[in-house]
């Protein structure tokens, strides 16, 4: 069963109504903000989906939160006794971040405007939806789904989310949240559980060939399936074969100096003398010390406090860019190199990057947010843990936002 259907087989105009009783204030489409918040939530799913890193930290997390928290909650119960279903919610709302650190800030108002609810009511709505995730998700793990499994599970949900979601939601919803290459974004599955299959499927042939097969028809078949395996080895051999050539071609041109001389070597002396009196004349120079970037403390000082406020930004305005460009002026930035350091040692961090243009333009502030996004991708850095957003102050220089440390 998909989320789809498990989602439809619990939303109820009962449900809905105790949901709603929840809040003060009911305004507007409940049940058009509840599966707005569905979708846009399962979009972000499909997303962490397509990295190895991230579902395994997804899975991680439902674990955790699952045995922590809901225990003895469940989804169905939750339904007919409106204590418990006060008591998902409630715990929805307090794990939101840790599943969906994005969600609640970004895109709030967001389902406000597209459903006319309030924000009070539309986050009782969030929290419920971000407990059946969990649920439904950490049901499937006891099970016996593993991490590539849940991978291969979320992937094929993103064909139906598109026939399924309202084209304004897909058109408003899913692009601020920084998943408009959901659509066209190839989807790797993991092999594993191809592999797995397809040996199952061969030996299922084999033991039904065998049980109807006399002695030679079954050495025939074993040797098929011998041949099969050769057919899936003799590509991977001559991969790592050309790969060892490769290598061995790298290392005999790097080397080629100290193994065959060059006629560089012999003004060696010449070129070293040279530069000995250069530093010579320059040693009296007196060089100024470079200035701090004030990002670099607000930076600092963020990530050594006790707690995070997610009112706090930082304004980098050494990222700066030129007119209408959405090229950065200085890709040699501390600021970058601070960043990519911070991803590499700290898996929970995440940030939120704010492009801005001068002159209002939101295409160019948003392609500015994701030229520094896509620079730390190509980095090495997940772009999962990213976030690039269009901000409306009128400046030609980002901001970041730390979502998590």
Do not use: C, W
């Amino acid at each position: 069963m998909t989320l789809f259907q498990k989602f439809d087989s619990v939303i109820s105009d009962e449900l809905i109504e105790e949901l709603k009783s929840l809040s003060d204030r009911n305004l507007g489409d409940t049940k058009g903000a509840i599966y707005a918040i569905f979708y846009t939530m399962l979009a972000g799913l499909i997303r962490r989906a397509n990295s190895d890193m991230s579902t395994g930290m997804l899975v991680n997390q439902i674990k955790k939160i699952n045995s922590r928290d809901y225990s003895e909650l469940d989804i169905e119960e939750a339904v007919t006794k409106q204590a418990n279903l006060k008591a998902l919610v409630d715990s929805g709302e307090k794990n939101m971040s840790q599943i969906f650190p994005s969600f609640k800030s970004q895109l709030m108002n967001l389902v406000v405007i597209h459903s006319g609810t309030s924000k009070a009511e539309s986050s009782k709505y969030a929290g419920f939806v971000n407990s059946f995730i969990i649920k439904v998700l950490s049901r499937k793990l006891e099970e016996g789904m593993d991490k590539h499994d849940l991978m291969n599970f979320l992937k094929e949900h993103r064909d139906p989310l598109f026939e399924n979601a309202p084209g304004s939601l897909v058109d408003k919803m899913i692009p601020a949240m920084g998943m408009h290459e959901l659509r066209t974004m190839k989807m790797t599955y993991a092999k594993k559980v191809e592999e797995k299959e397809r040996k199952e499927k061969v030996e299922a042939r084999i033991e039904e060939e065998i049980i109807e097969s006399t002695p030679e028809e079954v050495t025939e078949t074993s040797y098929e399936y011998e041949e099969e395996e050769k057919s899936y080895k003799v590509p991977l051999l001559i991969g790592l074969g050309v790969l060892l050539l490769a290598l061995l071609g790298y290392f005999l041109y790097e080397s080629r100096e100290e193994l065959f001389g060059s006629e560089e070597m012999s003004q060696s002396s010449v070129i070293e003398d040279e530069i000995l009196a250069e530093m010579d004349s320059t040693a009296n120079i007196v060089v100024e010390a470079p200035t701090i970037d004030p990002a670099l403390s607000a930076f600092g000082e963020i990530i050594d406090a006790p707690n995070l406020n997610n009112g706090d930004e930082i304004r980098v305005e050494s990222l700066s860019f030129a007119a209408d460009s959405v090229v950065l002026t200085n890709l040699s930035n501390p600021i970058i190199d601070t960043l990519l350091n911070q991803f590499k040692t700290n898996p929970r961090f995440q940030v939120q990057i704010k492009g801005h243009h001068s002159g209002g333009d939101t295409q160019v502030a948003i392609k500015r947010a994701f030229y520094l996004k896509r620079l730390l991708q190509s980095k090495g850095v997940d772009p999962i843990k990213i976030d690039a957003i269009s901000d409306p102050e009128k400046i030609d220089y980002l901001k970041l936002r730390i979502v998590s440390k």
